[in-house]
C-alpha cells in the first residue's frame, strides 16, 4: 500500500469544524482512501471512504482533491467524543487488510 | 454478537508462558485479520485469513506466534514462550470479502491487552 503523510496531532475546540490533512502523493489509480479513528482503549473504528468523488456520511465528509495526491477529513462540529487518532490508508483491490502509520492525534477543548 | 468480541480482555502472564487470545468475527465475516499494537503506535498487521486458510502470514514475527481458524468462523492466536517484547494489545477483525476494488471495510474489535512479566 502507498504511504500517507498526517500531522502528529491538532488541536481544536468544541463544537468548531476540523480539518484533518492527508497527504498521499504516490496513490494509485485503484487506491480508495480511507479513514479510522481510535477511540482511547478501544480498536480502530471506519469513518469513511472514497475513491475519486467527495462522500459524505453521518459521521464525516471527505473532501478528496482533484489529483487525489490529499484529502481532508471533515468533521462538522467535534464533540469531546470525537477526540481519538485518525487514519488516514490507502487501500488496493482485494480483501487484504489495512497498513497504520502513526495517525494524527486530534485533541478537543471544551 | 454484533460486533467482533474478543477474549480475554486483559492478560498477564510470566515470561516463557503459553498463552492464546481468542477472536470472534462477525458472522457472515469471511474474512479475518490480526493486528498487534503497541503503546504510542499504529497496529501492526499479522495475519489473515480468507475463510478457513491463512492467506498471509508475512506480518507474523517469528515462529512462536502461530493463528488457527479450523471452521472459519472463530480464531485463535496462539504465543509460544512469551517473551517481554510480546507486550501490546493484540487486536482482531472481520470483514465481507469479494468487495470489489478497495473499497473492503474491517471491523474491530476492542482488543486483548497482553502483558508479558
Known amino acids: 500500500d502507498a504511504k500517507t503523510t498526517q500531522p502528529n496531532s491538532m488541536e481544536s475546540n468544541e463544537e468548531e469544524p476540523v480539518h484533518l490533512p492527508c497527504n498521499h502523493s504516490?496513490?494509485?489509480?485503484?487506491?480508495?482512501i480511507h479513514w479510522y479513528r481510535q477511540l482511547p482503549s478501544q480498536g480502530p473504528e471506519y469513518v469513511i471512504h472514497g475513491l475519486t468523488s467527495n462522500v459524505n456520511n453521518r459521521m464525516a465528509s471527505l473532501a478528496i482533491a482533484e489529483d487525489r495526491k490529499s484529502s481532508t477529513l471533515i468533521l462538522h462540529r467535534a464533540t469531546l467524543r470525537d477526540a481519538a487518532v485518525y487514519y488516514c490508508?490507502?487501500?488496493?483491490?482485494?480483501?487484504?487488510?489495512?497498513?497504520f502509520g502513526k495517525g494524527t492525534h486530534l485533541i478537543i477543548q471544551p | 454478537g454484533a460486533g467482533v468480541s474478543q477474549t480475554p480482555s486483559n492478560k498477564v502472564t510470566e515470561k516463557g508462558k503459553y498463552v492464546e487470545l481468542r477472536c470472534d468475527p462477525i458472522s457472515g465475516h469471511t474474512a479475518l485479520y490480526w493486528y498487534r499494537q503497541s503503546l504510542g503506535q499504529g497496529p501492526e498487521f499479522l495475519i489473515y485469513f480468507q475463510g478457513t486458510g491463512a492467506a498471509d502470514d508475512s506480518g507474523l514475527p517469528n515462529d512462536r506466534f502461530f493463528a488457527v481458524r479450523p471452521e472459519g468462523s472463530v480464531s485463535t492466536l496462539k504465543i509460544q514462550r512469551t517473551e517481554r517484547g510480546d507486550s501490546a494489545v493484540y487486536l482482531c477483525?472481520?470483514?465481507?470479502?469479494?468487495?470489489?476494488?478497495?473499497?473492503?471495510?474491517?471491523?474491530f474489535g476492542a482488543g486483548s491487552r497482553l502483558t508479558v512479566l
Open positions: 477483525a472481520s470483514s465481507l470479502a469479494g468487495l470489489s476494488s478497495g473499497a473492503n471495510v474491517l471491523t
Open positions: 504516490t496513490i494509485s489509480g485503484t487506491d480508495y
Open positions: 490508508i490507502l487501500k488496493a483491490g482485494g480483501a487484504d487488510g489495512l497498513t
